[in-house]
């Protein structure tokens, strides 16, 4: 499991985009009109100070849409623009990082944002959605086809206390499921003990991410997706007011490295979303990165990247979706955001 959890980024990319994704800060002291002996014109007085970045990612689908940015950066012989990539299955250890200032931005879950930032005092800033749903239901069987199959059934699941555990609760008791009385969820402490009680017997359910749900395929051919959850979810929202979506992962940053930082921020998202839409792309080439990285077997990789939603979610469009998935949270229990809602000055926007 621990060598599949390395699961949640070899191509270079042209000279202008390598100045692109190049990571500078000013010295605003520092005039910038040229100037020289005799009036010659030089840039002396230009300062471009190269800022070394830390960047922590967990281990799955919150990760798999940075790597193509992440070989960018290893293929890099100079120093200026250098990012350091830090990828962990650890979500304390990300959660301290931050909070410590050891690491200046990280994609992580969605609600662990909204937890940081109340812990922190405003210390963390959301940047952009990097990951929507990926969860689904599956079956060693035939018996599910819609929800309301899924009542007095036995699903086994991992993520308890975080967004599987709201995710599953929200699509079921807005079907008019009961989590408690209706159904038996059995929590395990990770998807990979999901996969083995799925695999064990079957008409076996599952509530598994990906790219779990690629790995359980390639184990056996009875296993099947029986439910998309990001799907059910959407259709609850079809006659919504406020509509929301399912959100996994974003990414964030320290508030003081923002406004210490502004243009390092902006560049950094955009060197994101040029990675993003590569993987989504080039499915091939980001399979073999992800397997360079240990982040997932490469052949795992080409049949999963398509169902796992990477996307590069920026400003009001994040907000929304992103202010809409906590409110959902919020309502089910208080402490999976915090306590409490948080604020505009959380949703960054350049």
Not at 17 to 42: F, H, I, K, Y
Not at 93 to 118: C, F, K, M, R, W
Not at 251 to 268: C, G, L, N, Q
Request: hydrophobic share 40%; charged share 20%.
């Amino acid at each position: 499991m621990k060598k599949f959890l390395s699961f949640v980024c070899f191509l270079s990319l042209s000279a202008a985009l390598l100045a692109g994704c190049t990571l500078v800060s000013r010295d605003p002291s520092v005039s910038q009109e040229p100037s020289g002996p005799e009036g010659a014109s030089v840039s002396q007085s230009v300062q471009m100070e190269a800022a070394e970045v830390n960047v922590m990612a967990l281990n799955g689908p919150t990760s798999m849409g940075m790597v193509q940015f992440m070989t960018e950066n290893d293929a890099r012989t100079e120093k200026n623009g250098r990012y350091n990539f830090t990828i962990t299955s650890m979500t304390d250890e990300v959660s301290a990082a931050l909070a410590q200032g050891t690491t200046d931005i990280a994609a992580i879950p969605a609600n662990l944002a909204s937890i940081l930032y109340h812990n922190t005092n405003g210390g963390v800033q959301v940047l952009a959605i990097n990951t929507l749903g990926v969860l689904y239901i599956t079956e060693s069987g035939d018996t599910v086809r819609s929800v309301d199959d899924l009542r007095r059934k036995t699903i086994y699941a991992s993520g308890k206390g975080n967004t599987p555990e709201y995710a599953l609760n929200y699509v079921l008791s807005q079907n008019g499921i009961d989590p408690v009385r209706d159904v038996i969820i059995e929590w395990k402490s990770e998807p990979a003990e999901c996969l083995a009680a799925l695999t064990a017997q079957e008409n076996s359910i599952a509530m598994l991410p990906q790219p779990f749900v690629t790995t359980a395929q390639s184990k056996s051919d009875r296993i099947r997706v029986a439910l998309d959850l990001t799907e059910e979810w959407n259709k609850l929202q079809a006659d919504s007011v406020d509509p929301s979506a399912l959100v996994t992962g974003v990414v964030v940053a320290r508030t003081a490295f923002v406004k210490e930082h502004p243009e390092a921020v902006s560049d950094f998202l955009d060197c994101c979303q040029t990675s993003v839409e590569y993987v989504n792309s080039n499915i091939d080439e980001a399979a073999k990165m992800m397997d360079s990285y240990g982040i997932v077997a490469s052949e795992v990789a080409q049949k999963a990247i398509p169902s796992c939603n990477i996307v590069f979610i920026e400003g009001s469009e994040m907000k929304e979706k992103l202010s809409g998935y906590l409110s959902v949270l919020f309502e089910q229990n208080v402490k999976s955001v915090g306590g409490t809602l948080p604020d505009d000055d959380f949703y960054y926007k350049r």
